[in-house]
């Protein structure tokens, strides 16, 4: 089995050492085809160290379609088409909300200015979504919502499994968006029209921080 490198800048996170073996194990004796590549796992971390978070986009867990997922919550790899639907609700609130969207579902761009587009659950069995909600993954999700929000920052929490890990958000001068998830099962339940991302570059401005160009790839 591929070895799943564990991010240096985030290695001193107790998950590292105390649950992330079980949950190695574990997927050793899986035989389904596991998402996203064991590479991969940690890209979202890998992407941007604790001290450059700005923004947090939780997601739930990888989209189980093989081919999609590549370790950032809601981003697909750029020859993906069509886009999964969740991630097209979200460009058709971003083109309400700034008039423009990225040319590919590839959100890397913004990962490298500081955004961490973090799953709950960092595995999926192909075709099975939700898969290993039960492996224990969210304990690290857990843990870097503890870090990060020791220090001001935006936390976009969309729908009712994201909204639940609010409570590990130290209390402080943070952006808090609570919406429905932009599923097309409930982005009509108040995602649509909630314009988040004018309202994080407005914040960030305000914090005398540099906005987020939302088209970068």
């Known amino acids: 089995m591929t070895a799943t490198p564990v991010p240096s800048t985030w290695a001193h996170l107790p998950f590292f050492t105390e649950v992330f073996p079980r949950i190695q194990a574990a997927l050793a004796i899986d035989t389904r085809s596991i998402l996203p590549p064991a590479p991969v796992r940690f890209a979202a971390l890998e992407h941007v160290?604790?001290?450059d978070v700005r923004v947090v986009i939780m997601g739930q867990d990888p989209y189980p379609t093989p081919g999609h997922?590549?370790?950032?919550?809601?981003?697909?790899e750029p020859e993906v088409r069509p886009l999964p639907r969740s991630l097209g609700n979200i460009y058709k609130e971003m083109i309400d909300d700034i008039g423009t969207a990225p040319l590919t579902g590839d959100l890397r761009g913004w990962a490298k200015q500081g955004v961490l587009l973090l799953n709950t659950v960092l595995t999926v069995p192909a075709n099975d979504a939700n898969g290993h909600k039960a492996l224990g993954w969210q304990?690290?999700?857990n843990q870097v919502l503890d870090h990060v929000s020791r220090q001001p920052t935006a936390f976009v929490l969309w729908g009712k499994q994201a909204q639940s890990l609010a409570k590990h958000i130290h209390s402080g001068d943070h952006l808090m968006i609570e919406t429905a998830h932009p599923s097309p099962l409930s982005a009509r339940r108040g995602f649509f029209g909630s314009r988040p991302f004018?309202?994080?570059?407005?914040?960030?401005?305000q914090t005398g921080r540099a906005q987020i160009d939302w088209t970068a790839s």
């Open 49 to 51: 160290a604790p001290k």
């Open 69 to 76: 997922a590549h370790g950032l919550s809601f981003s697909v």
């Open 139 to 141: 304990e690290l999700a």
């Open 198 to 205: 004018s309202r994080i570059n407005t914040w960030l401005e």
